[in-house]
């Protein structure tokens, strides 16, 4: 029996993993910038940047892993994508700047009014950073205009009020995530102050995967289909069925103080799910609702050359980074860090 392997299927899938990766992993520690206004003494704000310090830069390695991967895999897709969405990249990469500066020169800061001011850099790039995601990827959902093989839209179209309500989406999103990793890794007031905060967060974040799940259906004609036709809506049951279960399982172990690490990882099983529902409403198109990956894909012999150093770098990454966060593993303390 043949084997069947589609070679810009696995470019595909290794482009949303390294997506999905870079959300979960680069998202906890945006949310804790995004959380600093609910922890105003200096003390608190060094051990929230503590609990990161050892593993936050190397989480952006899969932000310039997937945009690599968008480049060489789908040069078509990029070439379309990047006009359409530059005002939020530009922001997202500044966001970013400004949130990597903030966290090695705050501490350094030798008067207050400098250190404020890198409190508040790393509260302003953290945030602008999680909104200009939002808004891009609401802004990818809703559709780019094609004309040809390139951008046919304005300047502004990515700024639509479904875009926005993505981008405050993936802020208070972010901020759940930082919430429930406080309440993982620190303890005292502050694990208290967290989990009382990821309860009011994750209320809202719930409230904002409900308003995205259902107008997101209405945007494109074959969203609809993918969700609500038959039989393809059995199909796809089993994700809002889930989306439910850990929503209340979430809601459960919030209120549960003997697995502090549990709501952190249903956090990550929502955010997979709402990956997934994603990727039912736009496959097999890189671009709805007019590019599919095959037509944006890049010659076979270049996907093939790309993909054996990929798929040997990618298990290194994963390796370095599982050992990363195994050597500083554990709570830590006021009075405990790495900088």
Known sequence: MGISFDLTVAWALLLAFSVYVYVVMDGFDLGIGILYPAFPSKEDR???????????DGNETWLVLGGGALFAAFPMAYAIIMPAIYPPIIAMLLG??????????????????????????FIGGSTVAALAQGITLGALLQGIEVDGRQYGGGWLDWLTPFSVVCGVAVVFGYGLLGACWLNWRTEGDMRDKARKIARILGFVTVGFIAVVSLWTP???PQYFQRWFAFPAALQVAPVPILVVAFVIFLGKELYNESREWLPFALV?????????????CMWPYVIPPSVTMYEAASPF?????????????????????????????GKIGHGDGYH
């Open 46 to 56: 060094d051990l929230m940047m503590n609990t990161v310090a050892p593993v936050w």
């Open 96 to 121: 970013l700047i400004f949130r990597g500066v903030a966290f090695e020169a705050r501490w350094r800061a030798d008067s207050r009014f400098s250190r404020k001011f890198w409190d508040w850099a």
């Open 218 to 220: 209405f945007l494109e």
């Open 268 to 280: 990550l099983g929502l955010f997979l799910l709402c990956f997934i529902g994603l990727g039912v």
């Open 301 to 329: 012999k270049s996907q093939l050359f790309m993909f054996v150093g990929t798929i040997i770098l990618v298990p290194i990454i994963l390796g370095y980074t599982v050992f990363a966060y195994y050597i500083f593993r």
